[in-house]
């Protein structure tokens, strides 16, 4: 028996699997012959698309980790104004 190579499916892929599972137009044993995967990870696919799919249209982004504009607005500002102050230093003579 020849063992193939472990494949790692994609997140698009994935998906594709999952909203094929949920319109429930074929059986898992004809998806997974369809796409080559085990109707168990359709089955997980599916799984899990169903129980995060609310967060697709949620109204609360998550927050990206960083600074806000704000803050870095303030910090530019702050820059810029530590600059002029050196640039009239030198300029006093």
């Known amino acids: 028996m020849v063992k193939r190579p472990r494949r790692n499916h994609g997140t698009a892929f994935k998906a594709k699997v999952a909203l094929e599972a949920i319109k429930e137009q074929q059986t898992l044993t004809e998806l997974a012959d369809r796409f080559q995967v085990?109707?168990?990870?359709?089955?997980?696919?599916?799984?899990?698309?169903?129980?995060?799919a609310e967060e697709v249209f949620a109204k609360e982004k998550p927050q990206q980790s960083g600074s806000s504009v704000?803050?870095?607005?303030?910090?530019?500002?702050?820059?810029?104004?530590?600059?002029f102050r050196q640039l009239e230093e030198i300029c006093k003579w």
């Open 70 to 83: 704000k803050e870095l607005h303030a910090k530019i500002g702050q820059q810029w104004s530590g600059f």
């Open 38 to 52: 085990h109707p168990n990870q359709i089955a997980q696919c599916k799984k899990q698309l169903l129980e995060r």
